[in-house]
T-cell receptor, first 111, second 115 residues
Framework: GESVGLHLPTLSVQEGDNSIINCAYS??????FIWYKQESGKGPQFIID?????DKRQGQRVTVLLNKTVKHLSLQIAATQPGDSAVYFC??????????FGKGTRLHILP | GAGVSQSPRYKVAKRGQDVALRCDPI?????LFWYQQALGQGPEFLTY????????KSGLPSDRFFAERPEGSVSTLKIQRTQQEDSAVYLC?????????????FGEGSRLTVL
């Protein structure tokens, strides 16, 4: 399939290492945040979400951290695998509760 | 199938042609969303339906864009008099509940290229 994003910031991580993908959001009124994964030629896939009354939430191999003071969101992926190669988007519920996506980060796994 | 289905997957149109993109959401999902994704960008919101009601169309870029979901299931996004700047992937997503849940189930998208 065609590449989703040719000019995105790229994070290169050795297979087996942990990955940390960062995101800054703009709307201080947002109270719900989501991380999506998008593989080439496919639609975004939900990974994990967090509400603003929490600062950390864990899933299977993934952790989302929320710092409302500096409006920063991060996604940590433990023991990164080749299948984790994708573009990762953070999203927030914007005005009128529309889900607004950020610009994305490409995760590249080094063998 | 069990997921969101979009057709056509690829569409090439000459500038000025009209196009129609179809979305079959997951059966029983109440909410349906259309997004536009330009190359190298995140998805941009276009419009949102709850059942057959179009509750938000604030993201539609111009009056050449029109979406409908007449029976609260299948939706069609129509673009009239296509322009080169309309070239993008058009993503459809559905959700079992209301707009403020982030777990949207996306289709694979329809890639539109306007020559």
């Amino acid at each position: 399939g065609e590449s989703v994003g040719l000019h995105l910031p790229t994070l290169s991580v050795q297979e087996g290492d942990n990955s940390i993908i960062n995101c800054a959001y703009s709307n201080s009124a947002s109270d719900y945040f989501i991380w999506y994964k998008q593989e080439s030629g496919k639609g975004p896939q939900f990974i994990i979400d967090i509400r603003s009354n929490m600062d950390k939430r864990q899933g299977q191999r993934v952790t989302v951290l929320l710092n409302k003071t500096v409006k920063h969101l991060s996604l940590q992926i433990a023991a990164t695998q080749p299948g984790d190669s994708a573009v990762y988007f953070c999203a927030e519920n914007g005005e009128d509760d529309k889900i607004i996506f950020g610009k994305g980060t490409r995760l590249h796994i080094l063998p | 199938g069990a997921g969101v289905s979009q057709s056509p997957r690829y569409k090439v149109a000459k500038r000025g042609q009209d196009v129609a993109l179809r979305c079959d959401p997951i059966s029983g999902h109440v909410s349906l969303f259309w997004y536009q994704q330009a190359l190298g960008q995140g998805p941009e919101f276009l419009t949102y339906f709850q059942n057959e009601a179009q509750l938000d169309k604030s993201g539609l870029p111009s009056d050449r864009f029109f979406a409908e979901r007449p029976e609260g299931s299948v939706s069609t996004l129509k673009i009239q008099r296509t322009q080169q700047e309309d070239s993008a992937v058009y993503l459809c997503a559905s959700s079992p509940s209301g707009a403020n849940t982030g777990e949207l189930f996306f289709g694979e998208g329809s890639r539109l290229t306007v020559l």
